[in-house]
């Protein structure tokens, strides 16, 4: 796992686990202060690619996966689920807009991309480390809406059969997408899914 800042991770003292397990094991001190959601900004990996300083967790490189420098899947399903038996609603930040240009779909797929009329990758504002998503894409669509659905689930089924997972996102930056029809496409099918969230 390579630091964001090699100086500053040379700097820092080491904690005893990742920062995903340290919040775990103070949940109890966070609820006393009268918490009941935790928010996180974009826990995803951070991109490499044309990185603006020590890198932008709104740059991520693969949806379905936690920053190695914050912890692990495990670190994160650990803490999901022993927010959920503390009373704690869980929402993850997440950028429907873009990504970052080292994203795991970048080579994979890269129809899922808006392209200036030369070719070159699209993105919005000056925020030159992201590629802009393609909505227009059917296949883009499809692949948006699992993300969604891998997080709302992803701690497998609760007592009553239900998706675990999860409670909610922050869509960052969700008017900028090129064509905003998705969410009406996919708000039903998440909402039918998850109704008791």
Request: proline share 6%; net charge positive; aromatic share 14%.
């Amino acid at each position: 796992r390579e630091p964001r800042n090699a100086i500053e991770a040379a700097q820092e003292k080491k904690l005893g686990a990742s920062p995903l397990a340290y919040v775990t094991r103070n949940l109890g001190v966070i609820k006393k202060l009268g918490a009941n959601v935790l928010y996180f900004m974009p826990p995803y990996p951070i991109g490499h690619a044309f990185r603006k300083g020590i890198g932008s967790p709104y740059s991520s490189r693969d949806f379905k996966a936690i920053e190695p420098e914050y912890g692990t899947l495990q670190d994160m399903k650990k803490l999901v689920s022993r927010a959920h038996q503390l009373g704690f609603k869980v929402i993850f930040d997440i950028t429907p807009n873009h990504t970052s240009r080292d994203h795991v779909w970048f080579k994979s797929h890269p129809e899922f991309y808006v392209k200036r009329d030369n070719g070159e990758i699209f993105y919005d504002c000056d925020w030159s480390d992201t590629a802009k998503l393609d909505y227009t894409q059917p296949a883009l669509r499809a692949e948006m809406l699992k993300v969604y659905q891998y997080w709302l689930g992803f701690l497998g089924r609760n007592a009553r059969g239900e998706p675990d997972g999860i409670d909610g996102f922050r869509l960052d930056m969700a008017h900028f997408i090129n064509d905003k029809s998705f969410w009406n496409d996919a708000m039903p099918v998440l909402r039918a899914q998850h109704a008791g969230r």
